[in-house]
Nanobody, 114 residues
Framework: QVQLVESGGGLVQPGGSLRLSCVAS????????MSWYRQVPGKERELVAI???????NYADSVKGRFTISRANAKTTVYLQMNSLKPEDTAVYYC????????WGQGTQVTVSS
């Protein structure tokens, strides 16, 4: 079994920054692909950023140039650095690990508001 714990969400003013963390533990083999998704009420969960086992990253168009996904030296910890935050970035952010199946964290709320 795999467990994911996200942290770092909160309330921030437009233009501000936050860093989300996701720590994975349990039966993890190799360096897994990990990603961040977000979801607002009434909408589907959407991919924000992804980092593969080989280190390739990709981003949703809406966050390119503002968000950065990275791994810690402990390869099962990933971060999402979010800069120049906008009100439309408000959502619950979820971490996902792709093992033999997909594992999800419990989510962390990010609210961008003045």
């Amino acid at each position: 079994q795999v467990q994911l714990v996200e942290s770092g969400g909160g309330l921030v003013q437009p233009g501000g920054s936050l860093r989300l963390s996701c720590v994975a533990s349990g039966s993890i083999v190799g360096i897994p692909t990990m990603s961040w998704y977000r979801q607002v009420p009434g909408k589907e969960r959407e991919l924000v950023a992804i980092v593969t086992g080989g280190g390739t990253t990709n981003y949703a168009d809406s966050v390119k140039g503002r968000f950065t996904i990275s791994r810690a030296n402990a390869k099962t910890t990933v971060y999402l650095q979010m800069n120049s935050l906008k009100p439309e970035d408000t959502a619950v952010y979820y971490c996902k690990l792709l093992g033999w199946r997909a594992y999800w964290g419990q989510g962390t709320q990010v609210t961008v508001s003045s």
